[in-house]
């Protein structure tokens, strides 16, 4: 079995067209949704961490090595996966995220820093959370760019930011809920 894995692993590698030292090349982008994750972490009751996600997005990019870049989030909140459905229906409730009447999360970039090989390591730009809107900053990673199997051409990242829920008027339980929310975006995005 460890042998089939390697020699997977080394087609894989030698694969024309697909890599992972490419930088991404400039363009208009539109988000992977099956091929995206979005997850957060928060502390509970000071024991573990509670991991969630949500399972639906849509996103874009524009990737302007010279001028302005943008990227540009939208997570359907009641998407929200805890692993656990009675906890789920809790925080999609008024205590939380309230999807009735706040069913988007959003986040549209203001600036978009490029490093000198032209990849995005940082992002600030306004979050939209529970009827609330603040500025983040996402430091963000290339993971790798290139021409997919299917004759796309695609680019991944992945970007950090942590935020105070209380900031979005998320108050519930503050001794046992964390105050701060790690988010993690790992995303991949396919070039129009």
């Not at 997919?148 to 979005?168: F, H, L, N, Q, S």
Request: proline share 4%.
């Amino acid at each position: 079995m460890k042998s089939i894995f390697c020699t997977l692993t080394v087609l894989w590698a030698l694969s024309p067209g697909i890599t992972q030292a490419e930088v991404a090349q400039a363009g208009n982008y539109k988000l992977d949704p099956a091929h995206t994750n979005i997850q957060f972490s928060v502390s509970h009751l000071g024991f573990s961490n509670l991991i969630g996600r949500f399972n639906k997005m849509s996103g874009k990019m524009t990737l302007n090595k010279s001028g302005k870049s943008s990227v540009e989030v939208v997570i359907n909140a009641n998407s929200i996966d805890s692993n656990h459905k009675k906890r789920d229906a809790h925080l999609r409730g008024p205590d939380f995220f309230n999807v009735k009447q706040f069913p988007e999360i959003k986040f549209v970039s203001d600036k978009v820093k490029l490093n000198k090989k032209g990849e995005p390591t940082s992002i600030s730009g306004k979050f939209s959370m529970h009827g609330k809107t603040r500025n983040v900053v996402l430091d963000v990673s290339a993971v790798g760019a290139g021409k997919d199997p299917w004759g796309g051409y695609r680019a991944g990242y992945v970007a950090t930011t942590t935020i105070k829920r209380a900031d979005y008027g998320m108050n519930y339980m503050p001794g046992g809920i964390g105050a701060d929310v790690k988010i993690t975006l790992d995303v991949e995005f396919i070039k129009q």
